[in-house]
T-cell receptor
Framework: NAGVTQTPKFQVLKTGQSMTLQCAQD?????MYWYRQDPGMGLRLIYY???????DKGEVPNGYNVSRLNKREFSLRLESAAPSQTSVYFC??????????????FGNGTRLTVT | AQSVTQLGSHVSVSEGALVLLRCNYS??????LFWYVQYPNQGLQLLLK??????LVKGINGFEAEFKKSETSFHLTKPSAHMSDAAEYFC???????????FGGGTRLMVKP
């Protein structure tokens, strides 16, 4: 049981390049999330998907797009990377009942550097 | 809007000493509160959560937290620190719909031998 798997683990981009961060979960969870983690700022929600076929903006969506490809997969795309997007990106999924008190399961993160 | 403030971005304790990590929240509705821990190069793992009922919540690895509504606090404690407790700890609050989990800035706990 792998849980939440993110690829790649590390990536270096030049300003203006594009890339897609991949996330897959094998726990049959409905809800999935993308967060970015920056020192002193905790985790900030970029986008989330409450169920297959739906996506919504979080706190910091500018410069990102997402796709909920199917129930398992939720990808995050940077169309034109900027240095301000240098961060550690975490994908997470929420336990099946999706109640407000249910826990998030996190992947191990993607460390992205934009030069 | 909800928010979380963690006092102290870095906390250092000696092995065997009390651990106290502070968290204050603001929420317009009764909150669901969480503590997550992050070990180096890993994702976050749930330590404990408060939903309803007993205000003293026990979690994994000997940690516990007390929900104090009057103080809007949810501080995390452990009576005796262990070297393996060195990590970053995040307090978080969930809205009622459960689709927005707001995190504090994190507190890095260092444990000295």
């Amino acid at each position: 049981n792998a849980g939440v798997t993110q690829t790649p683990k590390f990536q270096v981009l030049k300003t203006g390049q594009s890339m897609t961060l991949q996330c897959a979960q094998d726990m049959n969870h409905n809800s999935m999330y993308w967060y970015r983690q920056d020192p002193g700022m905790g985790l900030r929600l970029i986008y989330y998907s409450a169920s297959e076929g739906t996506t919504d903006k979080g706190e910091v969506p500018n410069g990102y797009n997402v796709s909920r490809l199917n129930k398992r997969e939720f990808s995050l795309r940077l169309e034109s990377a900027a240095p301000s997007q240098t961060s550690v990106y975490f994908c997470a999924s929420r336990e099946p009942h999706s109640a407000a008190n249910s826990r998030l399961h996190f992947g191990n993160g993607t460390r992205l550097t934009v030069t | 809007a909800q928010s979380v403030t963690q006092l102290g971005s870095h906390v250092s304790v000696s092995e065997g000493a009390l651990v106290l990590l502070r968290c204050n929240y603001s929420s317009s509705v009764p909150p669901y509160l969480f503590w997550y821990v992050q070990y180096p190069n890993q994702g976050l793992q749930l330590l404990l959560k408060y939903t309803t009922g007993a205000t003293l919540v026990k979690g994994i690895n000997g940690f516990e937290a007390e929900f104090k509504k009057s103080e809007t606090s949810f501080h995390l404690t452990k009576p005796s620190a262990h070297m393996s407790d060195a990590a970053e700890y995040f307090c978080a609050v969930s809205n009622n719909a459960g689709n927005m989990l707001t995190f504090g800035g994190g507190t890095r706990l260092m444990v000295k031998p």
